[in-house]
């Protein structure tokens, strides 16, 4: 790998820390060469301090290390991205990520989605809520809608409209979220598994 360390002058490129499982950005440090070099040679990801003029192996007084998982320079080779599977919290305040936030996997809008629908969950007393009012009903009517959801996904598979059946699979995958809330299960639980076939 070629990394142009000596472009901005002072031996160092910035180094982004990312969560290789979750994907979220942990931190930003800085190497040189020699922190480079450490880095891979032990797979404990290893700085350069500017504050302490010294290398800096991240956990080496808290036990919060980042085992090395992946290395990616950029396009112009002046910045690296490097994957890792954290020990512990990354932030020496405490927090996972230095920005205070939770290191938690995320699937972007269908996290949103799961979130809403657990605020209905807990919520059942919303009358004006569709969610909250199936909840209400018990499981017996969430999987129900479930199982008339599967079904129209099948007809409209048949069939040649997209739309509709773009629909129809919005509806499905909707009413399975709320079923895996009403079972008390998560998102997460079920990409597991699959996960866990691969």
């Known amino acids: 790998m070629e990394i142009n360390f000596n472009k901005n002058g002072d031996g160092l490129v910035p180094a982004i820390i990312q969560d290789a499982i979750t994907k979220n ?11 480079y070099n450490t880095t891979v040679e032990t797979k404990k990801v290893t700085f350069f301090s500017r504050t302490k003029n010294r290398l800096w192996t991240k956990g080496e007084e808290s036990g919060n290390i980042l085992n090395l998982v992946d290395i990616k320079n950029d396009c112009d ?18 927090s996972d990520t230095c920005w205070n936030e939770d290191n938690k996997q ?7 989605l799961e979130d809403v629908i657990r605020n209905r969950k807990e919520n059942q007393k919303d009358t004006s809520s569709y969610v909250a009012s199936l ?6 009517k969430v999987a129900q809608k479930v199982g008339e959801e599967a079904v129209e996904v099948v007809i409209e ?3 040649d409209n997209e739309e509709l059946f773009l629909n129809e699979s919005a509806d499905l995958l909707f009413h399975y979220l709320i079923l895996l809330q009403a079972k008390g299960v998560e998102l997460k639980d079920i990409v597991e598994i699959l996960k866990s076939r691969s």
């Open 157 to 159: 598979a048949k069939d």
């Open 106 to 112: 995320s699937y972007g809008f269908l996290s949103e």
């Open 135 to 140: 909840f209400r009903k018990g499981i017996n």
């Open 25 to 35: 950005v942990l931190m930003l440090g800085y190497m040189n060469q020699e922190a």
């Open 77 to 94: 080779n002046d910045s690296l991205l490097i994957m890792v599977n954290p020990v512990g919290p990354t932030c020496h305040k405490g």
